[in-house]
Each structure stands twice: as C-alpha cells, then as structure tokens.
C-alpha cells in the first residue's frame, strides 16, 4: 500500500475511534436518564459495545502505526 493510503487509513480508523467514544458517551446519557430499568439497561448493553468497538479499532489504529514504523505518542490515540 503506498503511503497515502496508509496515511488515510490511519486518519478513517482515528475517526472511527472518535465516533465509537462519542456513541458510547450517547448511551451512557441514555442510561443515566432513564427511567425505565430495561430501558438503562439496554442503553447500558449498547454503551459497552460501543466501548468494546473502540478497543478493536484502537488495536489495529496500533497495529497499523507500529507497522509503518510511526511511533504513539499517547495511549488515548
């Protein structure tokens, strides 16, 4: 892959990171609103996937980096 494309890949993928904390943050709003326990609770389910979504994007957002040789300069990237 040249190195345009894996410049754009690493930008899609942060982007990816960013939407999944942002939906996560949504549904954890959802869940300390609610009134309704099943209501919490599905909006609870739906938070940790999102979080659980991020962790996999996060990884490979790494994966790619270290490939490239670039170096991550936070954990919070």
């Known amino acids: 892959m040249g ?3 894996e410049k754009e890949i690493l930008d899609i993928l ?4 960013k939407r999944e ?8 709003r959802g ?7 099943e209501v919490k609770e599905t909006f609870n389910k739906l938070a ?5 979504h991020e962790e996999v994007v996060r990884e490979l ?5 270290k490939r490239l040789g670039l170096k ?6």
Do not use: N, V
């Open 3 to 5: 190195g345009d494309a």
């Open 14 to 17: 942060k982007k990816a990171m």
């Open 21 to 28: 904390s942002d939906a996560e943050a949504i549904y954890r």
């Open 31 to 37: 869940a300390e609103i609610a009134l309704r326990p």
């Open 48 to 52: 940790d996937e999102e979080g659980k």
């Open 61 to 65: 957002y790494h994966q790619t980096k």
């Open 72 to 77: 991550i300069l936070h954990d919070d990237e």
